[in-house]
C-alpha cells in the first residue's frame, strides 16, 4: 500500500534521513519507532508532502505521490495526525472533525452528522459542543484521530498519539486503533509508548539518525542489540547480556 | 438557519427605516451605516474569516469605484453594466494580489504590509495616468435617472446599497454554513493542520480575496454613484482601507452581523464626537484610532463576541439564582 | 537620456535623502529585529519629534542640532511608555494585532497633532537651512551632508550598544529566545520597552536632523512609513547596515525614478521593490540579523 524507497534528506547539513526504505502492506497495524531525534517525524512529513525529500520515492497504492502537495495526499487517502497537537481553537469538536469529513462530503449538514459518528468511535462523542481549545491532552490527541479519520482514508500515519496519556487513558486508545484497523484502514504509528507498539504492532521499523536499523515484529526488534545501543546508547547491549549470563 | 432568519429579520426591519424616517440627514446616516457595513462585511470574509488581514482594500474599493467612473465618462458605458463590471475587475485585482501574495506563502504582518504597497502602487497610478482625470480627479456628470444609476431622491440610494449589503451578508452566512467557509476557517486557524486534512489552503484563500474583493469594489461602485466624484486618495487612499478593517474589528470579525454592530458603532460614535467637539479637525478620526487600540488590546472579539457573553450571562443566570436557593 | 551631469547630482540627492531615510529606518529595523513587531506608528512618532524640534525652535530658540540633546531623551521615554503601557499589552500572540495596535495609535496621533497643531505646514528657519556645498559638480545642502553623517554615527553608535553593552547583550537574548530570558531573571517588559524607546530615540535623532532641510505637518510621517518599511524588508529586518544601505539604495531609486518617470510616478519604484523583496525574499536581500 505505502512504498517508501531510497529517501534522503539533509536539513543544513543534518541528516534527517538516510536511504529510508520500507513497505506497509494493506490492512495492517505498522510502526516505526526509534529514539529521540531519530527522524520519525521527519520521515512522516515526507511521507504526506509536507517535505520533499533530496532524494528517493514515495509510492502509494502504486502511484508515486513523491513531492505532491499534502492536500493532494490527503485527497488520495492517506492523512496523518501531529505530534504537537493542532486543533482549530476556537471551532468546537465538531466543527473540527467536519473539516476532515468535508474532504468527501459537500453537504454541511452530511458533514456534521459525520463527524458526530466518527466522534462516537473515538470517544469523543459527549465533547461534541465544546471548544476544541477547551479538551484535555488525551481529549486532543482523540480529536487528532478523528479529525484524520473523518476524511476516509486508506492509510492513516498517526504521530505518538498516546505520549502525554497516563497509563489508563493508553489502555482506552489501544482498542480504537484496533478499530479503525479493523474497519479497514492501514494504520501506521510512531510511538514511542512500548506498551502500545508491543500490543498492536504487526510490523515494526527502528530508525535511528535517519536510518533504518532493524525491522521485524515488536518483540523481535527490541531484541536487537542495534536497537538496544540506539537507545540505550553504546557498549549496552553487550552488558545486558553479561549481566544475564552471570545471573543464569 | 436560525441565524439566516435573523438576518433576514434584521433587513426587513432596515428596510422600514426609509418609511419612517422622513429626515435627509438621518436618512442619509443609514445610508452611509449601510455602505460601512458593506465595506466591512467585504473586508470580514477574508480578514474575519479567513484570518488574512488585509491593510490595503482600497486597491479593490478604488478599482471599482473608477470602473464604473471611467467607462461612464470616458467611454459612455451605462453605469448599470458599470455596476457589474466595477465588482468583477474589484474581483480580478484581488485575485492578481492574492495570487502573488498566497503563492508564495505570505501571510500575517508580511500580507498586511503588501497589500498596503499594492493598494499605494494604484494610487500612484491612478495619480498619474490620463483616463482617471489623475490628480484632478474624475467627476461623474450629474443626471438623475434609473437608468443612470443616480437618484434623486435617498430613498433610491438606499434601496441600492441595502441590496448590496444584503448581498454581502447573505453570502457570509452562506461561508458560515458551508464547506467553503468551514475550509476557509479551518485554514485560518490552523493552516499546517487545514492542508493535512486535505484542504487546498491556496484555493480556498483565493476564493474569499476574491469575493471579498467583488464586494469591496461594489462598495466602492455604490460611493462613486453616490457621491459623483473620485480621486486617487478618496479611491485608493488609506482612510478606506482604514475604515474597512476598523469596521468588523469593532463589531467583531468572523462573525455574521460584526460588521452590521461595528457600522453602527462608529456612526454612532462619529455623530457623537461631532455633536460634542463640533467638528474639531482630526477628533473623530483620533475616536477611531483609539477605539482600535482599546477593542484589539480589551475585546478581540469585538461586540459581537460582548453580545454573545452577555447572551451566555443571561442564560447561565437562573441557574446560579437556583443554586442560591438550594 | 540625460547626461552624467544631471545623473550624478542626482544619486547625489539621492543618497543624502536616503540617509535621512535610513534615519528613519534604524529605529524601525531595531524595534522589528528585537520585538519582532512592525510599528505603524512609526510615521506619526516621527512627525512628533519634528514638532517637538519645530517649537523648541519657535519658541525656545533652541537650535535643531542642539535639540539632539533634549529630543531624543524625550523620546525614548515616550516610546518606552507606549510600549510598556499600551503595545505590549495588545498582542494576544498575534503580530497582526500589534500592526493593528501601531495603527491605532498612529491614527489617535496624526488627528490629535491635526487638532492641536492644525494643518498648516511649518519649516524652521536656520542660519544654515539653505546653505549648499559643492561635490562633484553637485550642489548638496549642508543639512542633508549634516544628515548623512548623522545617520551613518547613529548606525554606528546602535550597533556599539548591541555589541558591546550590557543592555545590548540582554536585548540580543530576548530577541532570541524570550522564554528563556525570563526564566533567568531578565525583566524581559523593561528589555522591550527600553528597545522600542531605544528605537523611538532614533527617530528623535531623525527628527532634529531632517528638520532643517525639511518641513512638518500632521501628515507628515505617512510619506516616511512605507518607504522605512521598504528600506527594512530590503536591508533585512533586524540589520543596522541593511538599514544604511537600503536607505541609499531607496534614495538613489527615488531620485532616478523622478528623474526618468516623473515626480509621481517615480515613487512606484519604490514600492515596486518593496511587493518584490516581500514576496521573493522576505528575510531581506542582506540577511536577517539583529
Request: contains cysteine; charged residues 15%; neutral net charge.
Amino acid at each position: 500500500m505505502l512504498e517508501v524507497a531510497g529517501i534522503s534528506k539533509n536539513f543544513g547539513g543534518v541528516q534527517a534521513a538516510r536511504d529510508v526504505g520500507f513497505t506497509v502492506p494493506q490492512g495492517v497495524i505498522a510502526s516505526l519507532i526509534g529514539p529521540n531525534g531519530a527522524g520519525k517525524t521527519t520521515l512522516f512529513a515526507m511521507i504526506t508532502g509536507f517535505h520533499r525529500p533530496d532524494r528517493g520515492t514515495v509510492r502509494f497504492c502504486g502511484e508515486d505521490i513523491t513531492g505532491l502537495s499534502p492536500e493532494a495526499i490527503a485527497r488520495r487517502g492517506m492523512v496523518r495526525t501531529f505530534q504537537l497537537v493542532q486543533p482549530f481553537a476556537g471551532q468546537t469538536v465538531r466543527d473540527n472533525i467536519a473539516v476532515g469529513a468535508h474532504l468527501h462530503i459537500a453537504s454541511r449538514a452530511d458533514a456534521l452528522a459525520y463527524a458526530g459518528a466518527v466522534a462516537r468511535k473515538v470517544g469523543l462523542g459527549d465533547r461534541l459542543d465544546i471548544d476544541a481549545a477547551a479538551l484535555t491532552v488525551a481529549g486532543r490527541k482523540r480529536l487528532e484521530v478523528a479529525r484524520a479519520l473523518a476524511t476516509r482514508p486508506k492509510l492513516i500515519l498517526l504521530d505518538e498519539v498516546m505520549a502525554g496519556l497516563n497509563p489508563s487513558e493508553i489502555e482506552a486508545v489501544i482498542p480504537i486503533i484496533r478499530a479503525i484497523r479493523d474497519e479497514g484502514v492501514t494504520v501506521l504509528l510512531i510511538e514511542h509508548v512500548m506498551q502500545a507498539v508491543m500490543s498492536l504492532s504487526e510490523h515494526t521499523w527502528v530508525l535511528n539518525q535517519g536510518e533504518i536499523i532493524a525491522e521485524g515484529t515488536a518483540s523481535k526488534v527490541v531484541a536487537d542489540p542495534r536497537v538496544i545501543e540506539a537507545y540505550l546508547g553504546k557498549g549496552m547491549a553487550e552488558r545486558m547480556r553479561a549481566r544475564e549470563a552471570a545471573n543464569a | 438557519m436560525r441565524s439566516l432568519l435573523l438576518l433576514l429579520a434584521v433587513f426587513i426591519a432596515i428596510a422600514a427605516v426609509p418609511v419612517l424616517i422622513v429626515s435627509e440627514f438621518w436618512l442619509d446616516v443609514v445610508i452611509m451605516t449601510l455602505y460601512a457595513a458593506l465595506l466591512g462585511q467585504a473586508w470580514n470574509i477574508l480578514g474575519g474569516y479567513g484570518g488574512q488581514f488585509s491593510f490595503g482594500h482600497a486597491a479593490y474599493f478604488g478599482t471599482g469605484a473608477y470602473t464604473v467612473a471611467v467607462l461612464q465618462v470616458q467611454f459612455g458605458v451605462n453605469p448599470w453594466i458599470g455596476l457589474v463590471a466595477g465588482g468583477l475587475t474589484a474581483g480580478a485585482v484581488a485575485a492578481f494580489i492574492g495570487f502573488s501574495t498566497f503563492r508564495y506563502g505570505l501571510r500575517g504582518s508580511y500580507f498586511a504590509l503588501v497589500t498596503l504597497a499594492f493598494a499605494e502602487v494604484l494610487r500612484i497610478l491612478s495619480n498619474s495616468v490620463d483616463f482617471t482625470g489623475a490628480g484632478v480627479g474624475i467627476l461623474i456628470p450629474l443626471e438623475r435617472s434609473l437608468a443612470n444609476l443616480q437618484f434623486a431622491s435617498k430613498t433610491s440610494y438606499f434601496w441600492l446599497i441595502w441590496t448590496m449589503t444584503l448581498a454581502a451578508f447573505l453570502v457570509v452566512w452562506w461561508i458560515g454554513n458551508s464547506r467553503f467557509g468551514a475550509r476557509l476557517m479551518a485554514v485560518r486557524d490552523n493552516e499546517e493542520a487545514a492542508r493535512a486534512l486535505g484542504v487546498d489552503a491556496f484555493r480556498v484563500k483565493m476564493g474569499s480575496i476574491v469575493l471579498s474583493g467583488i464586494f469591496s469594489g461594489l462598495a466602492g461602485v455604490f460611493y462613486a454613484q453616490y457621491l459623483l466624484y473620485l480621486d486617487p486618495s478618496i479611491a485608493y487612499g488609506p482612510a478606506v482601507s482604514i475604515e474597512s478593517l476598523l469596521v468588523p474589528i469593532i463589531g467583531g470579525m468572523g462573525t455574521l452581523f460584526g460588521p452590521l454592530l461595528g457600522a453602527a458603532a462608529i456612526h454612532a460614535v462619529s455623530e457623537f464626537t461631532s455633536e460634542v467637539t463640533g467638528d474639531a479637525p482630526g477628533i473623530s478620526l483620533a475616536v477611531y484610532g483609539a477605539l482600535l487600540v482599546v477593542m484589539v488590546t480589551f475585546m478581540p472579539r469585538g461586540l459581537a463576541g460582548l453580545v454573545t457573553r452577555l447572551g451566555a450571562w443571561r442564560r447561565a443566570r437562573p441557574l446560579v439564582a437556583e443554586r442560591r436557593h438550594a | 537620456m540625460p547626461d552624467l551631469a544631471i545623473i550624478v547630482p542626482s544619486v547625489l540627492n539621492g543618497i543624502t535623502t536616503g540617509a535621512l531615510y535610513a534615519l528613519v529606518a534604524l529605529g524601525l529595523t531595531l524595534i522589528y529585529g528585537v520585538l519582532h513587531i512592525i510599528n505603524f506608528a512609526h510615521g506619526a512618532l516621527l512627525m512628533l519629534g519634528l514638532y517637538a524640534v519645530y517649537y523648541l525652535k519657535a519658541r525656545f530658540g533652541i537650535d535643531p542640532y542642539v535639540a539632539l540633546l533634549i529630543v531624543p531623551p524625550g523620546m525614548f521615554a515616550l516610546g518606552y511608555a507606549v510600549q510598556r503601557g499600551i503595545i505590549g499589552r495588545a498582542s494576544h500572540g498575534r503580530d497582526e494585532n500589534i500592526l493593528l495596535v501601531t495603527l491605532g495609535l498612529a491614527i489617535v496621533i496624526e488627528n490629535l497633532s491635526l487638532f492641536f497643531f492644525r494643518s498648516d505646514t511649518r519649516i524652521v528657519d536656520t542660519p544654515y537651512s539653505f546653505e549648499t556645498v559643492e561635490i562633484l559638480g553637485a550642489f548638496l545642502p549642508l543639512p542633508k551632508l549634516v544628515a548623512f553623517v548623522g545617520a551613518i554615527v547613529t548606525a554606528a553608535l546602535l550597533w556599539l550598544i548591541m555589541a558591546r553593552t550590557d543592555l545590548g547583550r540582554a536585548i540580543r537574548a530576548v530577541a532570541k529566545e524570550k522564554k528563556g530570558t525570563a526564566l533567568v531573571g531578565i525583566d524581559t517588559d523593561h528589555v522591550y520597552a527600553t528597545s522600542y524607546g531605544l528605537g523611538i530615540a532614533c527617530l528623535g535623532v531623525a527628527a532634529c536632523l531632517l528638520l532643517p532641510s525639511y518641513y512638518v505637518n500632521p501628515q507628515v510621517g505617512h510619506g516616511f512609513v512605507l518607504i522605512a518599511f521598504t528600506i527594512v524588508v530590503l536591508g533585512g529586518m533586524g540589520s543596522f547596515v541593511g538599514a544604511l544601505i537600503g536607505g541609499f539604495v531607496i534614495g538613489v531609486v527615488e531620485a532616478m525614478g523622478g528623474l526618468f518617470l516623473g515626480e509621481s510616478l517615480g515613487q512606484i519604484g519604490i514600492f515596486a521593490i518593496f511587493i518584490l523583496v516581500l514576496i521573493f525574499r522576505p528575510t531581506g536581500l542582506l540577511g536577517h540579523k539583529v
